[in-house]
C-alpha cells in the first residue's frame, strides 16, 4: 500500500470536514481530492449508484427492516465490477467537466 497513491474523494458535509476526519485521511497518507463547493455533481453517490437503487426498489414494500436490507444486498451483490468501474469513469468525466467550467456546472 505505500507504493500506491490513494486519492479519497469526499463532498464538503461538516462531518467530512472534521479535524478527526481530516486527521485520519492524513494519518493514512491519503491524498484528498477537494470537491468543489456547491457541486452535488460530484457526489458519486448521488449520480451513480442510489438512483438505480430507487428504481429497483421503487413500488416495492418489505415487511421488515430486515427484508429491506436482505434486497439492498442483494442488490448490491448482483452488480458486477464493471458497474462500479463505469461509476469511476463517469465521476472522472464529471469531474473534467465541472472544472473546465470553474465549477459552473449541474448535470440535468
Not at 31 to 59: I, M
Not at 78 to 102: A, P, Q
Request: proline share 6%.
Amino acid at each position: 500500500m505505500q507504493k500506491k497513491k490513494i486519492i479519497f474523494h469526499q463532498d464538503n458535509a461538516p462531518a467530512h470536514k472534521s479535524v478527526l476526519a481530516m486527521g485520519k485521511l492524513r494519518d493514512m497518507h491519503y491524498e484528498l481530492l477537494e470537491h468543489p463547493s456547491y457541486s452535488p455533481d460530484l457526489a458519486p453517490s448521488d449520480f451513480y449508484p442510489f438512483p438505480k437503487l430507487k428504481l429497483f426498489l421503487a413500488g416495492q414494500r418489505y415487511s421488515s427492516n430486515q427484508e429491506a436490507i436482505a434486497a439492498v444486498k442483494g442488490y448490491f451483490a448482483d452488480l458486477t465490477k464493471n458497474h462500479y468501474r463505469d461509476g469511476i469513469m463517469v465521476l472522472e468525466h464529471r469531474w473534467n467537466k465541472c472544472i473546465s467550467f470553474k465549477g459552473d456546472y449541474v448535470e440535468k
